[in-house]
T-cell receptor
Framework: AQKVTQAQTEISVVEKEDVTLDCVYETRDTTYYLFWYKQPPSGELVFLIRRNSFDEQNEISGRYSWNFQKSTSSFNFTITASQVVDSAVYFC?????????????FGKGTHLIIQP | GAGVSQSPSNKVTEKGKDVELRCDPI?????LYWYRQRLGQGLEFLIYFQGNSAPDKSGLPSDRFSAERTGESVSTLTIQRTQQEDSAVYLC????????????FGPGTRLTVT
């Protein structure tokens, strides 16, 4: 069975600090997909990134970066120079090779609070 | 272009009543998903529609839940004889096709059963 663990329930940092959100996943599939979504206070989930299991290259998008390590089954997300607008709940999710029919398995989310 | 829309945005209902939630996916998206998010929790997958294929209903929490989709457009999630444990935000998402292309989510329907 698939599982996604986000051990950090809540993180609070001061603006401009760097922060890393952890995500550990479990799957028996060799082909799978990993996602990060942001849920701001407004409630609507915003897609951030999708990675497949064959692409272990780290990715950087502006202040956001993702570190995918199959050896530790982790897909961590780092925000550099955090800003108040980054305050949100962040979800890590896993999709297996079932072609979407099983939906995504989400972690319970990490509530990130950026204090001015 | 327009995103995924859901209606109503909020629904308060009495225990035992039936409710119908609606989702309009992004035009051209063939895959549609329903999820449930309980307070402070992650998302729980309910059901998936792909094109005109019959959906797998095994993810629905009970036989009080049903879902339909008209072709590749609107979907409705119906909950019969609502219970207090059904209170949650119901989220709909669509994607260009299945196979784990990125899913785009609607704003959700917050259901409160009193």
């Amino acid at each position: 069975a698939q599982k996604v663990t986000q051990a950090q329930t809540e993180i609070s940092v001061v603006e401009k600090e760097d922060v890393t959100l952890d995500c550990v996943y479990e799957t028996r599939d060799t082909t799978y997909y990993l996602f990060w979504y942001k849920q701001p206070p407004s409630g609507e989930l915003v897609f951030l990134i999708r990675r497949n299991s064959f692409d272990e290259q780290n990715e950087i998008s502006g202040r956001y970066s993702w570190n995918f390590q199959k050896s530790t089954s982790s897909f961590n997300f780092t925000i550099t120079a955090s800003q108040v607008v980054d305050s949100a709940v962040y979800f890590c999710a896993l999709g297996d090779s079932g072609g979407g029919a099983d939906g995504l398995t989400f972690g319970k989310g990490t509530h990130l609070i950026i204090q001015p | 272009g327009a995103g995924v829309s859901q209606s109503p945005s909020n629904k308060v209902t009495e225990k035992g009543k039936d409710v119908e939630l609606r989702c309009d996916p992004i035009s051209g998206h063939t895959a549609l998903y329903w999820y449930r998010q309980r307070l402070g929790q992650g998302l729980e997958f309910l059901i998936y529609f792909q094109g005109n294929s019959a959906p797998d209903k095994s993810g629905l929490p009970s036989d009080r839940f049903s879902a339909e989709r008209t072709g590749e457009s609107v979907s409705t999630l119906t909950i019969q004889r609502t219970q207090q444990e059904d209170s949650a935000v119901y989220l709909c998402a669509s994607s260009w096709t299945g196979g784990y292309y990125e899913q785009y989510f609607g704003p959700g329907t917050r259901l409160t059963v009193t």
